[in-house]
């Protein structure tokens, strides 16, 4: 499912998109309840897995952690240079993983769900950097 980010500044196309993910898997109980406390209902969204396609078509591509990106880039044709852990591109550094909170409590959810909002944030001020042009 595709879905369109727009605001004053940015018009984004946002896809997600899983490199060990089972098509058509929920989001998990965890997931949808934070979600929910920032009022998005993300219970219609089903779990993808990465397709030589979607990599064709992406500028950029985020990953958590840098075994995903390894993986992105050891199967993919292509994924080269568009490929990012999201801190990485976020900060400029090597500044770890996000780890994957899957079934570690509602806690370690939120506290991943803190450094992807986090990360995001920068990612799009860093997006928008490229695009500005010189008056």
């Given at each position: 499912m595709w879905k369109q980010i727009k605001g004053n500044m940015y018009n984004l196309e946002v896809s997600s998109a899983g490199v060990g993910?089972?098509?058509g898997m929920n989001a998990s109980p965890e997931a949808l309840e934070i979600l929910r406390g920032e009022?998005?209902?993300f219970s219609r969204h089903?779990?993808?897995a990465l397709?030589?396609?979607m990599v064709?078509?992406?500028w950029n591509i985020f990953t958590m952690t840098r075994a995903q990106k390894n993986y992105i880039l050891a199967n993919f044709p292509g994924a080269e240079g568009k490929v990012w852990i999201m801190k990485e591109y976020a900060f400029?550094?090597?500044r770890g993983d996000i780890s994957d909170p899957y079934g570690?409590?509602?806690e370690t959810y939120r506290l991943a769900?803190?450094?992807i909002e986090n990360a995001l944030k920068k990612i799009i001020v860093n997006l928008d950097r490229l695009e500005e042009k010189p008056g």
């Open positions: 993910a089972m098509d009022g998005i209902d089903r779990s993808r397709t030589p396609e064709k078509r992406a400029g550094l090597d570690m409590g509602i769900a803190g450094e």
